[in-house]
Nanobody
C-alpha cells in the first residue's frame, strides 16, 4: 500500500523556521513529481510548491516565494519543505502529495493522487 508520511510540523514564532519532511515509498515515487499543499482552518486547500521527478524544476505559490523551498532526495526517498521567515498566515495543515502519473509535473491538486496524512504547522504572532 502506497503511503506518504509527513513530519516536522510544530509550533514556532513568527520569523522562525521549520523543515517538513515527506517520506515516500522508494523507488516507487522516485520518478514522480511531488508537491506540498496546505489547508488553514476555514479555508480551501491551496497549492504551496511542487518539484519535478528529477528535482530540476520547482514551482511555488506567490505567497511563499522566497520563504519556502521544496527539495527532494530520491536516495532517501524524501521530499522536503524548508520554511523560513514564517508568518502567522502560514499556519495550516501541510500535506505532501505525489503526482498521479510518473514523470509529470503537476501544480494543481487534481494532478496529484497519493496524499499524506498532513502535519500541523502553527506560527504564533
Amino acid at each position: 500500500q502506497v503511503q506518504l508520511v509527513e513530519s516536522g510540523g510544530g509550533l514556532v514564532q513568527a520569523g522562525g523556521s521549520l523543515r517538513l519532511s515527506c517520506a515516500y515509498p522508494g523507488p516507487t515515487f522516485s520518478s514522480y513529481g511531488m508537491g506540498w499543499f496546505r489547508q488553514a482552518l476555514g479555508k480551501e486547500r491551496e497549492f504551496v510548491a511542487a518539484i519535478s521527478w528529477s528535482g530540476g524544476r520547482t514551482y511555488y505559490a506567490d505567497s511563499v516565494k522566497g520563504r519556502l523551498t521544496i527539495s527532494r532526495d530520491n536516495a532517501k526517498t524524501t521530499v522536503y519543505l524548508q520554511m523560513n521567515s514564517l508568518k502567522p498566515e502560514d499556519t495550516a495543515v501541510y500535506y505532501c502529495a505525489a503526482a498521479r502519473e510518473a514523470r509529470t509535473f503537476p501544480t494543481l491538486a487534481a494532478g496529484f493522487g497519493s496524499w499524506g496524512q498532513g502535519t500541523q504547522v502553527t506560527v504564533s504572532s
